[in-house]
């Protein structure tokens, strides 16, 4: 890391020191910046604070979010228990959540090869929540979406949908639809 790194390129390159993205030379040079550096040291700090709190927000349910699939990991690797489901485009999946997950976590399938924008339709018993320009994995062709803990704790029996759209300045175009057949735990 250059001493001379500000603002958001400093801000990448911890973030993507503190997700394991870098090569072991590269994590190896930010290291003993880090070492050296007490700014650095102090916004990598902030930066996980705001980890933190994200974290904190999520598993209060506060929200629904699509997320990377490092920030997936990094939460199982922090021992929080995640349950998956892996619909195909067009697809559909029976689901629900035990007493002892943290999460529920739906990677979303779909052909991303060109996609520069994506939003995440989201309907839920005749409500419909848009979250635009959502983080993609174009090389797995996959979307990582935590749904709200809260709504889907309080859910009966209930039949949910999502649409991921490719947007351009002028246009939008359906990628994929999947449809989630939810029941609580314990009910067949």
Known sequence: MK?????????????AYWLDELSDADAAEVEEHLFGCDACSARL?????LRDSVRHALHESRFGTA?????????????????EYQPEAGGSVMCTMA???????????AP??????LDL???DGGMQHRLVHVPF????????FIPSVTMVRSLGAATQRARLLAVTLDSERLIAEYTFHH??????
């Open 99 to 109: 007493p002892d997950d943290d999460f529920i976590v739906s990677r979303l399938r």
């Open 112 to 117: 991303l090869t060109g996609v520069r924008q």
């Open 3 to 15: 001493p001379n790194l500000h603002g958001e390129e400093q801000d990448s390159m911890l973030l």
């Open 121 to 123: 339709v989201w309907e």
């Open 45 to 49: 700090r902030e930066l996980l604070a």
């Open 67 to 83: 997320v990377t699939a490092g920030f997936i990991q990094r939460l199982k690797e922090s021992g929080l228990r995640i349950r």
């Open 183 to 188: 029941r609580p735990w314990g009910q067949t």
């Open 137 to 144: 994995d174009a090389a797995n062709n996959e979307v990582t």
